[in-house]
């Protein structure tokens, strides 16, 4: 089984279209950019599986609006992400509010979370509350990064927390939240949260892999990023414990603003092993995502919620 043959993205797009229709043109055409951008919508598909997995190999009626909730609420994130972050693109195209500006942007963004809102009074309550509590784990990450950056705080601790906020919380509910909708009992629903967290964090410590020591051919922007916005991502944190400590940190206080400062962690980092130390951190978190599946009879649909996880070290965009 492929993952085309067992998540129906055609039907999910068209649902997508359908939610984010408006009769306003502006928030009408940033919905049609969020649908023709596509991505790989990693996380609607892990709801589609996870709830194929608890339903032996078969869908539930409301799976697809499920979807739609979990891809909603990530991408009205990315909206107000791309502006506090002042970024120009997002997947290839000129981000929203560079093209439509401030306000436009935010509005759009509530727009989708409202439409949320309506997809979800038509299902279990208990799934409300999930979705509230995982859009404040996002916003508090996203607050927390800039406040860690802000009194130069850097730690393991602090790290974690900004990034289940930012990424692993959306992971954590798309995984979870078909288990609220059938009404599974608690020990499946704790597995395959602790896959979505776990997946989650992995998912995130690869794109700051990436974000530092990438290709810029193949993530398509320019690497440091991460490294100019003051945040310390764990490759910069490895480096910060290490006997490079006190020029790294030199280099994030003013946020890599003299030529050859991104170059020059990048040259401590591969001399230090920093590269490989990271990826078995990765490794070890998509390990920790796997086994949380064991609780779950096989399938093969839980084969390829695996195979996400099993795959993540490679990922190199």
């Given at each position: 089984m492929t993952v085309s043959s067992a998540v129906p993205l055609a039907e999910f797009e068209g649902r997508l279209r359908e939610v984010l229709?408006?009769?306003?043109?502006?928030?009408?055409?940033i919905g049609e950019d969020l649908v023709a951008a596509g991505g790989k919508r990693v996380r609607p598909s892990i709801t589609y599986l996870a709830s194929r997995t608890l339903g032996s190999g078969e869908g539930h009626p409301l799976d697809t609006d499920l979807a739609v909730c979990v891809e909603l609420l990530h991408s009205a994130s990315l909206l107000h992400d791309d502006l506090i972050d002042d970024s120009d693109t997002r997947r290839g195209r000129q981000t929203a509010f560079r093209k439509f500006g401030n306000v436009v942007s935010v509005m759009s963004g509530d727009f989708m979370l409202s439409r949320l809102l309506?997809?979800?009074?038509?299902m279990p309550a208990s799934l409300t509350r999930a979705f509230g509590e995982t859009a404040s784990a996002v916003c508090e990450g996203e607050v927390l990064q800039f406040q860690v950056a802000a009194y130069g705080d850097y730690s393991l601790e602090?790290?974690?927390?900004?990034?289940?906020?930012?990424?692993?919380?959306?992971?954590?509910?798309?995984?979870?939240?078909?288990?609220?909708l059938r009404g599974a009992d608690e020990r499946l629903t704790e597995a395959l949260a602790t896959y979505g967290r776990e997946y989650g964090?992995?998912?995130?410590?690869?794109?700051?892999?990436?974000?530092?020591l990438g290709d810029e051919?193949?993530?398509?922007?320019?690497?440091?990023?991460?490294l100019r916005e003051g945040k310390a991502t764990?490759?910069?944190?490895?480096?910060?414990e290490g006997e490079s400590a006190d020029e790294v940190g030199e280099i994030l206080e003013r946020r890599a603003a003299r030529e050859g400062d991104v170059?020059?962690?990048r040259d401590l980092a591969a001399a230090q092993g920093i590269y490989a130390r990271t990826?078995?951190?990765?490794?070890?978190?998509?390990?920790?995502?796997?086994?949380?599946?064991?609780?779950?009879?096989?399938?093969?649909?839980?084969?390829?919620l695996e195979a996400y996880a099993a795959h993540e070290g490679e990922r190199v965009r």
């Open positions: 229709r408006s009769n306003v043109e502006f928030i009408e055409l309506v997809l979800l009074s038509a602090h790290y974690l927390q900004v990034i289940y906020g930012k990424t692993a919380a959306v992971f954590e509910l798309a995984a979870r939240a078909p288990a609220l964090l992995a998912f995130q410590m690869q794109d700051d892999l990436l974000d530092l051919a193949a993530i398509g922007k320019p690497v440091g990023g991460d764990l490759p910069l944190l490895y480096l910060l170059q020059r962690v990826r078995r951190e990765i490794a070890r978190r998509s390990r920790l995502a796997i086994e949380a599946l064991h609780a779950l009879p096989p399938s093969p649909e839980r084969d390829l």
